[in-house]
């Protein structure tokens, strides 16, 4: 592939330190390049960015996109797919419908379209991981992996119950490597288990859990470390207990504070900093100052944000306990599902509204995080789509950081109450382009250790996104100028011009495989799928490549 030139452009790329300078940008054979020493070395192809602003392709670290749980919600609201935005078949794409929960083809076509080129889903059950690949495979254009639910697998537990550390460490990482997985996610540690066996929500990380005679605790503190031990790229991402109640912020802060000396993320952490009282939603209010000065004062912890936006859209978690609470307060069409031995789904449709006291503080709090936390490098933008809203909304919340006359505009029309409960009217701070660079690129690639990915130096993946300049940073970050995916131009002033399949990116952690009779035997007893069925091989997979997280480099296959 012959030498690709980006001419002049304003670069962001605050992992190298540019921020805002005037440079050229070198691809060859998909990788960013150095400048040709032999200066009479012409480019094959050249593209003028003067004027323009040049970041690394984004990288969304949490959202919602594949998966079994997906395809029910796809299923679970015709209604809104027939309503919705369709992505129109062309010469080179596929038709697709919009909505909450997109199809396959326009969750690709609308991550590049917005200038973002990597995705990952968080939270797909061992048991089904081999749906999901066939879901990426059909998912255009974007790299992606995704995260394994652990957090109420029984074998896991079993280990915990049993006091097998070792064992633990080596089951989690045969299970990565079984599932083509990058990281160990844990959901409700323990409080999935619980509901399910008839019991309610737990009310602090000591709980029991019943059967196995162990506490989120021992869940969250053994699989962070099993983690860290295993060198996976990514840290534990955490969902913590009691995810929506009002007073969860102390559940949250007492997770920290059990997660000291071990890296962890904590994900949409906006769902997680409510203080009141749960019988009484007039006492909802945000706690996120004093949780804030925690995460600020402990490095091992990092975040992202799950912001609410307003409109329809669609809640589905690993949360199953959380799916039927949103049901039985919204009154709406209810999906649960329970993936044997490993984990829960549910699935409700919501309606944020600007006129909901609650749903007012849940926006307000969300921006609260990204404004309190000191770190841009430590918290990373998402919406959990769709859980809070839909990844789309991305430029919107952009605008939102950059200017605080926008936020005050929009605090102008929600309740009172809001500015009452919140200290989100006091917050001046408004975000740099480098920030938003950081939080939406930099930042979640050095956390999911994707050393490729989210800049532009040297050895770099050519994932690049071209921005007009405007004083509307909304409409600037929602229609780039062009995108580039592997040093190939995918999206043109809005219009798909490639339709690639894009890289599964996934970790291989070193295990004992003397661990291996024990999980057979575990899987005869107990589970409906044979052992051997179980792990995905490298051959049903599309095009893939190992992270290492800096342990070396990555391996192509």
Known sequence: MSLFKIAGGIVYDPRNGVDGAVRDIWIEDGRIVAAPADLSVRPGRTLDATGLVVMPGGVDMHCHIAGPKVNV???????????????????????????????????????????????FDAAIPPL??????????????????????????HYVLKQLQESEPERLRNYLGWLVNATKALALKVVNPGGVEIWKCGGNSINGIDANVDHFGVSPRQILTSVAQAAMDLKL?????????????PGNWQTTLETMRALEGRRAHLTHIQFHSYGGNADDQTTFKSEVPALAEYFNAHPNLTTDVGQVMFGETTSMTGDGPLGYF????????????????????????????????????????GLEWYLLVEDPWRVAMSTDHPNGGSFLAYPEIIALLMDRTRREEVLKRLPPAVRENCVLPDLTREYTLNEIAIITRAGPARMLGLDRKGHLGVGADADVTIYTPSADYQKM??????????????????????????????????????????IQHWFEQWYSVQFANYPVSDDELHEHEVQTGGNGLPQTG
């Open 73 to 119: 919600a796809r299923k679970m609201m015709p209604e809104a797919r027939r309503n919705a935005e369709k992505v129109v078949r062309t010469p080179l794409t596929r038709s697709g419908t919009m909505g909450s929960v997109p199809s396959t083809f326009a969750t690709g076509y609308k991550y590049a379209g917005m200038g973002y080129t990597t995705a």
């Open 477 to 518: 970050f929602e229609l780039p100028r062009c995108v580039i995916h592997h040093g190939e131009i995918v999206v043109d002033q809005g219009e798909i011009r490639l339709n690639s399949t894009g890289k599964l990116l996934h970790a291989t952690p070193t295990y004992d495989e003397a661990c291996l009779p024990d």
């Open 128 to 153: 089904v991981a081999r749906h999901a690949h066939e879901e990426f495979f059909d998912t255009p254009i974007i790299d992606k992996g995704f995260f394994i639910l652990v957090g109420n697998n």
């Open 233 to 245: 790229p990514h840290r534990v991402h955490v969902h913590c207990n009691n995810l929506g109640i």
């Open 326 to 365: 949103l049901h039985k307060v919204y009154g709406r069409k209810w999906f649960s599902a329970d993936t044997e031995l490993e984990a829960g789904c549910g699935i409700v449709p919501i309606t944020y509204k600007d006129k909901s006291r609650v749903h007012a503080l849940q926006w307000a709090i």
